[in-house]
């Protein structure tokens, strides 16, 4: 059975206890800001009273995380955050966990849109990315959707939060929508369902992640259905897996996009590509 740390510990020691179990420090030293009800912001003070007791019910708050963070369960579903875009999101295990390469899909969307720009974000999750384009152009019309009414749930209570509106509306892709929008973007489930990868994503929901025999299957479905919902100039950005870019370029052409490009994220790999629907847009 995983210890816990022990009952004598300071803050320094017990960070060496977590260490000791094979934790990284950083992980360590957020998880111990948790149990302290701190922000992740403070791991300055963390060094400044390293030599602080760790009071009973903060050793037992640290212990229990440990134990989670050590079968595998991600650093955000323990502290009920994740920072995203500079905005700090709540999520748990009925989202995925927002991650520093799908801001590369945000940086993409926010150089293209126009003003008062018509955007949909297609299976929001916690609401990351249709919240941080809301955040940084509060002119956005911004309408987000899910399948997961557990999903939508948690992304309503994020906007409410960072007092952001936004239209929410379940459902699956882009079924019943007519919009027009000027940009839909996505991060949709596109690991395939044979992929050894999954088995260390147990903690996450798996209808999220995976998606048919290659991966592919939700991709070609918001391809398909995304030309009937764009107006003309409109642009379909959608992140994708490590190997998958050339698939989704070939599938955006053979749909009738134009300019079909990729973007690298944050280690160099082309992890978003997407086309704008031909046509003048609106003035």
């Not at 360590?28 to 009800?37: E, I």
């Not at 009925?94 to 955007?119: F, I, N």
Request: hydrophobic content about 45%; glycine content about 8%; aromatic content about 6%.
């Amino acid at each position: 059975m995983t210890q816990s740390a022990p009952c004598s510990a300071t803050l320094a020691s017990a960070l060496r206890h977590a260490s000791g179990m094979g934790l990284a420090r950083l992980d360590a030293q957020m998880l111990l800001l948790h149990a302290l009800d701190r922000t992740p912001h403070d791991r300055a003070w963390l060094l400044a009273h390293d030599s602080d007791a760790l009071d009973a019910d903060a050793h037992t708050r640290f212990g229990t995380a440990l134990q989670r963070r050590l079968r595998g369960e991600p650093l955000a579903y323990i502290t009920g955050h994740q920072e995203f875009y500079g905005l700090d999101l709540r999520v748990d295990a009925r989202v995925l966990c927002p991650r520093a390469d799908t801001e590369t899909l945000v940086d993409w969307a926010l150089a293209l849109l126009p003003p008062a720009a018509r955007v949909l974000d297609l299976g929001t999750g916690s609401g990351a990315i249709a919240l941080a384009i809301k955040h940084q152009r509060p002119d956005v019309q911004m309408h987000a959707r899910d399948f997961s009414a557990e999903a939508l749930a948690v992304a309503q209570a994020n906007a409410q939060c960072l007092g952001l509106e936004v239209a929410f509306s379940q459902g699956s892709w882009l079924d019943g929508l007519t919009g027009p929008f000027d940009a839909i973007v996505s991060n949709p489930p596109y690991i395939a369902a044979a992929d050894p990868h999954l088995a260390a994503l147990i903690h996450e929901p798996l209808q999220a992640l995976a998606s048919g025999d290659d991966g592919l299957d939700d991709l070609r479905a918001i391809i398909r259905q995304a030309p009937a919902c764009l107006a003309p100039g409109g642009w379909l950005l959608l992140e994708h897996g490590y190997d998958q870019a050339r698939a989704v370029c070939d599938l955006l052409r053979d749909a009738g996009f134009a300019d079909v490009q990729s973007r690298p994220d944050l280690a160099g790999i082309a992890r978003c590509s997407g086309g704008r629907w031909p046509g003048l847009a609106a003035a």
